[in-house]
């Protein structure tokens, strides 16, 4: 392999991921060349690959990767250490204007409208970076994306002092929001998942964990399945002007029982939806997320179950389609 040319795990087709030698990119004004150290797989990735593919193919996924900047054609940032906001905004529409980014109405992305983190190298726009600080890890810092959206789910949760928290999903970013609602102030936070091994593994992160949750105790609660059972589950456990924010990615129409439906009026809940985080100088999950891994406030790193060597893309991919291991986060590794 020459320095022109690189490593990266490309989409082709749906269901065609072929871990292959490609160019090198080369970063353009505004730019620069990352190294990439970790990138997770996020369950998004796995429909992505197996199911609806990406914008256009070719295309290297991964949305959620960490990094050494090893070239910077200014000369300012070599050899620093960056996490990447993968959310390309226009920075013309109304949205933008103020900042608000995850609303932006013409958004590219790393990882599924553009190139992103499968791969040795990526370019990437200076002003989506995050610089760490010397004591993050940068295979740990792949999970600032999660981290900051599951920040921004619980900044929408409103958390309050001596609140009972329930969250649904015990992946990777149902246990990061939990803990940033225990950060947040809840007394309690419960943890529901209908998986045994994932319910066993949030109970190492100090949360109560149950199959199903207990009706109408809960001040606040996160949806983050994207499965019908579940919200139904997340309105009957609400207390009387409860909060519930809708997180989970649906993979299909989301229905709610008659009755279930009733009891949003009947208890007088107030319904958030959440898809993404805040990147502005006035609100900013990712520096909060960057800053909580440097003071060991929120336990990223015993996410990572999985670390895989990029080569083993579709073995990885398929393990987790298929569950035939247990995991919460795969992050693909590169050497440095």
């Known amino acids: 392999m020459s320095e022109k040319t690189m490593h990266a795990a490309v989409l082709h087709a749906v269901g065609d991921l072929r871990y292959e030698e490609v160019a090198r990119p080369e970063p353009r004004s505004g730019e620069v060349l990352l190294k990439v150290l970790g990138c997770g797989i996020c369950g998004s990735d796995i429909p992505r690959v197996f199911v609806s593919g990406t914008y256009h193919f070719p295309t290297i996924p991964g949305h959620e990767f960490a990094g050494k900047i090893v070239y910077d054609p200014d000369g300012e940032l070599?050899?620093?250490?960056?996490?990447?906001?993968?959310?390309?905004?226009?920075?013309?529409?109304?949205?933008?204007?103020?900042?608000e980014y995850a609303n932006c109405s013409d958004y590219d992305y790393y990882g599924s409208r553009r190139d992103g983190g499968f791969a040795e190298y990526i370019a990437v726009d200076k002003r989506n970076l995050i610089l760490l600080p010397e004591n993050v890890d940068p295979v740990v810092a792949s999970l600032c994306e999660p981290g900051s959206v599951g920040r921004a789910a619980v900044r929408r949760l409103d958390v309050q002092l001596g609140d009972l928290c329930v969250i649904f999903g015990a992946g990777p970013i149902g246990l990061i929001a939990a803990q940033w609602a225990r950060r947040a102030g809840a007394s309690k936070v419960r943890v529901v998942d209908i998986s045994d091994e994932k319910l066993a593994f949030a109970e190492k992160f100090g949360f109560e964990a149950y199959d199903q949750a207990r009706d109408g105790l809960a001040d606040c609660v996160l949806e983050g399945t994207g499965a019908s059972p579940a919200l139904a589950n997340c309105v009957l456990s609400l207390k009387n002007h409860g909060r519930l924010v809708l997180m989970g990615n649906p993979g299909r129409d989301m229905t709610l029982p008659q009755k279930v439906y009733s009891q949003i009026l009947r208890r007088e809940l107030s319904i958030f939806g959440t898809w993404n985080s805040s990147f502005n100088s006035v609100t900013n999950d990712w520096t909060a997320t960057v800053a909580a891994m440097a003071d060991g406030s929120i336990n990223y790193a015993d996410l990572i179950t999985h670390r895989v060597d990029l080569f083993d893309c579709n073995r990885a991919l398929t393990m987790m389609r298929d569950k035939t291991e247990f995991f919460t986060k795969v992050t693909f590794v590169n050497p440095e």
């Open 78 to 99: 070599d050899g620093k250490y960056a996490a990447v906001f993968p959310l390309i905004p226009c920075r013309k529409c109304a949205a933008c204007e103020v900042g």
